[in-house]
């Protein structure tokens, strides 16, 4: 086989690898599930809808850039439309398979320019815990603002079990301290062993790709980026608040709480596969919104956050099929 034909056929491959993805995705979806989300489309606004799903892929480009930032002081300078497609990639995937996307993206990454897998996975663990510290700190700005709205929500759609995730969380502990004992206890043996040597260069690398955070040469750009991709979200839910009538005139504030609360939605099932609607439903009946719109107004806005990943992740999967090495677009940030 030549390398054209060979080229050829890895990058069909790949895009079928993609399209087996969207309909894994799609098969999960109950029927009633599908009929919901075209009945959402029939009494909202394309404009406003269009527009929602602009600002969330805009979200998304400004996450690559974000992610070339951590990546840059390990000495690799890539392109934004790489970190870009990988990303739209690693959504597609997380759809079908949830966290296999971010395996997925530090494989594209790494392997199109020569990058340790585990520097750049490292990367990506940064910049998760980073998402779920912003992730905390806006939740408690929103409790804190909306606090009303919150206790309402909590006292009657969450029935905690405290003492089932104390003692998780206690075992939990227990098992971290264990194995550090262990770890220290057969030090020397582990050391001279190649195969745990391999998973202790692993684990440094990984630890390399973290502390990138704190040798970024623009960490203030960073920072905004970070609270960017925040305000996107919001913005781009108060935007599709304008798609139907009865929510046109809540305000930014509401769009902040429904987004947060929201957010739990993808915490419970693949992308927030038929939660997230609910979701969204519950917290807009708190501010007096039919259930019915409400729901719509979830499937649409769940809808929004799927376009993007859906229609240029096979693009991502394309693109890195190519064995070129990335080119450096950047002129500067």
């Known amino acids: 086989m030549n390398k054209k034909l060979k080229e050829t056929a890895k990058i069909v491959f790949f895009f079928l690898l993609a399209l087996a993805f969207i309909w894994w995705f799609v098969n999960k979806l109950s029927p009633q599930e599908l009929k919901e989300m075209m009945d959402s489309f029939k009494n909202a606004s394309y404009f406003w809808f269009i527009l929602a799903v602009v600002i969330n892929t805009f979200s998304h480009y400004i996450r690559a ?3 070339r930032l951590l990546i840059k002081p390990l000495g690799y300078n890539i392109g934004r439309f790489s970190t870009f497609f990988a990303i739209m990639s690693c959504y597609l995937t997380n759809l079908a398979v949830p966290r296999l996307g971010e395996i997925v993206r530090t494989t594209m990454v790494s392997s199109k320019n020569k990058i340790p897998f585990d520097k750049t996975f490292g990367t990506v663990i940064t910049e998760r815990a980073i998402d779920t510290l912003l992730f905390g700190l806006i939740f408690i ?3 804190f603002c909306e606090y009303d709205i919150f206790k309402d929500y909590i006292l009657s759609n969450l029935d905690i079990d405290t003492a089932k995730y104390t003692k998780l969380l206690v075992i939990a502990c227990i098992g ?18 190649s195969f745990f040597g391999k998973i202790k ?16 040469e623009k960490p203030l750009l960073f920072i905004f980026y970070s609270v960017f991709i925040w305000f996107l979200w919001i913005f781009g839910t108060w935007v599709l608040f304008k798609a139907m ?3 046109f005139n809540l305000n930014f504030m509401q769009a902040l709480t429904v987004t947060v609360l929201g957010a739990i939605g993808p915490m419970i099932t693949p992308g927030g596969i038929g939660i997230y609607p609910a979701i969204f439903s519950k917290v807009l009946e708190v501010y007096s919104i039919n259930k019915t719109v409400g729901y719509a107004l979830g499937w649409l806005s769940w809808l929004v956050s799927q376009v993007s990943p859906i229609l240029l992740g096979p693009c991502g999967f394309i693109i890195f099929a190519k064995r070129k090495k990335d080119k450096n677009y950047d002129t500067g940030d």
């Open 141 to 143: 700005v929103a409790f």
């Open 245 to 247: 009538q009865d929510t």
């Open 65 to 67: 850039l974000r992610w």
């Open 176 to 193: 971290v301290a264990l194995i550090c004992i262990l770890v220290l206890v057969f030090r020397k043996a582990v050391s001279k062993n």
């Open 201 to 216: 260069d692993f684990f440094v690398g990984i630890l390399q790709g973290m502390k990138t955070v704190f040798q970024l």
